[in-house]
Nanobody
């Protein structure tokens, strides 16, 4: 059974840090492009970061550059999102997603596998 499971969300004060994990089962993550998306109440789903399958190139939305780091641990079949210097506007449900083809990194409709999401709340 193909499954992505996110964990690591929580409540943190502004300026704090969290590390999200995206663990895969039923398939090997390193053959896939993996992205993190987030969705705040009343807003559309937004691409946050992506790591490519081919060479582990990383991509970030401008609002998180310098604060978030995406990484991959193939031995654990897990992708991480380290989030530092968190701001209240980072609040939302964070989802990891996987796709095998294409370079439109933040087009959520192109991702075929999704986790259930993990809530991140940043208080001011």
């Amino acid at each position: 059974q193909v499954q992505l499971v996110e964990s690591g969300g929580g409540l943190v004060q502004s300026g704090g840090s969290l590390r999200l994990s995206c663990a895969a089962s039923g398939f090997t993550l390193d053959y896939y492009h993996i992205a993190w998306f987030r969705q705040a109440p009343g807003k559309e789903r937004e691409g946050v970061s992506c790591i490519s399958a081919s060479d582990d190139s990383t991509y970030y939305v401008d609002s998180v550059k310098g604060r978030f780091t995406i990484s991959r641990d193939n031995a654990k079949n897990t992708v991480y999102l380290q989030m530092n210097s968190l701001k209240p506007e980072d609040t939302g449900i964070y989802y990891c997603a996987a796709k095998k083809w294409g370079q439109n990194w933040f087009a959520h409709q192109l991702y075929g596998f999704w986790g259930q999401g993990t809530q991140v709340t940043v208080s001011s």
